[in-house]
């Protein structure tokens, strides 16, 4: 009875061993947005201990009732599809190279199947002898099993306190506002490219269009980094970053370019402080990066979501009942399981959809509240479009987490987005005194995304260009004309622009030039 208890509980566990692997990796803590132990691991234990007992209730029935059928055996095996499935997803974490460009290669899975198929016939044929050997493999995994859990719970679970996942502080309010404003948006992953430079046939961006028009428009800028964990900080620090170091959910690690050293991001002064000096309110809406734990002493209001975590440890936007998280954590480890998506009506990638449509309409609400305060000098949008998964479709005009969409409908979705924020801005009486400043933290990545199973054929049809370059988009208070620049530009001079606009010294749409040449 004990090895079959044995046994069973392995099965459980690696059913979850996702998870294991990530919370032991350590790096998902900086990009949670809430306790582990609450939002992932209490599910997941409540699971391994219900799949531990009807496991080994199926196996004393078939012992007892069953003995001479080989019908146990072949179940018992296919239900191992479940265990092996996330083990190699687990692993594939934990390798030293990075073996998704394979498993995404369409030669790959044609391949795997037919050493998979014959393994299977060989299965069927002489289960009970197969059921035997992987008995010996759950049973003897379970020193592995007992290091993945140790590591995790130093790694992660046992290393931070839940105080750590709690947003900090913010500053008082300002009492007195100033005339001057700044609207700053990122719109993450905004190609310069698709929107402006070579758009494709059939995509209208007429909010994108009118505000290119009276707005100071560089048709050759760039990002300080190909990543939002490099360029976010480079932005708002305004200096090169060269790499960081996530350190545990309320610390992100930064180096600066010529130093050898890493520092703590929150440590080093920001635009954000800038603007407070000079007696302006600051906010911040955005995702992906934990604003509310890192940089609430700069900030009076801040709103922010997490992103899409790996495998194992995805969390809600929102806290969840008991009942909804454990059903939720079952069906993403059964959308996790390779080829499920091959199954006939699953689509794995409506969860992180749905996720995504949650996390957008709530951060928009939130930018529509705050664009229109006129009590904010300074507010960042870091908004989660047009960054994949798409979530848009622009021949309907609809949010939807259904249909073949992607990348160009998500561009579409930014132009939508942006008309939205003007028209509340325009109502609340704040358009003409507002400077808005909007670009993107990087590019669109085709060598990121090319190969995954929502990739579309707009997409490809799109995506042979360089498509790196970010728009930089500068409308100052009042201008209503446009000035075209297609010098190269770096935006890592942003901090400086909005520096200038915000102590009065650039208010003139002609003199941006020189700001920007200073700047460097």
Sequence with gaps: MIRRLAISGAIATWCFLNTWVELAEGQSAYFARYD????????IVFWEVVLTCGILAAWEFWRRRLTRSRAPYICGLAACLVPFGIAALAALRVLPFDLVPIVRAPWFWPA?????????IFAVRHPARFWRIAQNLFLYSWPVLCLVYCE???????RYSPAAYRDGPLMPLKSSPKRVRVVWIIFDELSQTITFGNRPAGLELPNFDRLRAESFYASAARSPGAATEISMPALILGESVGGVLPDGPDHLLVQLTGSRKFVDWSALPNVFDSARQAGFNTAVVGWFHPYGRLLNHSLTQCYWIAGWLNSGVEEPTRPQPPAVAMWNRALLQFAALPLVGHLPGIFPGVYPRRFKIEGFSWLLDRALEVVSDPSMGLTLLHLPIPHPPAIYDRVRGKITADGRIGYIDS????????????????????????????????GWRTYHWRGDPEWTADEEAASYQ????????????GQHAGI????????????????????????????????LALAY
């Design 36 to 43: 582990p132990v609450r939002s992932v691991v209490l599910p």
């Design 411 to 442: 561009v579409a979705l930014a132009d939508w987005t942006l008309g939205l924020l003007k028209r509340r801005m325009e109502k609340a009486g704040l358009w003409d005194q507002t400077a808005v400043l909007i670009s993107a933290d990087h």
């Design 484 to 515: 075209r620049f297609d010098g190269a530009l770096n935006t890592i001079v942003t901090r400086r622009v909005i520096t200038d606009i915000l102590d009065g010294t650039l208010t003139d749409p002609g003199t941006i030039h020189s700001h």
């Design 466 to 477: 360089d498509t790196m370059a970010v728009p930089f988009l500068l409308k100052l208070p």
């Design 112 to 120: 795997a199947l037919i050493p998979c198929g014959m393994l299977s």
């Design 152 to 158: 995790a719970a130093r790694a992660t679970l046992l």
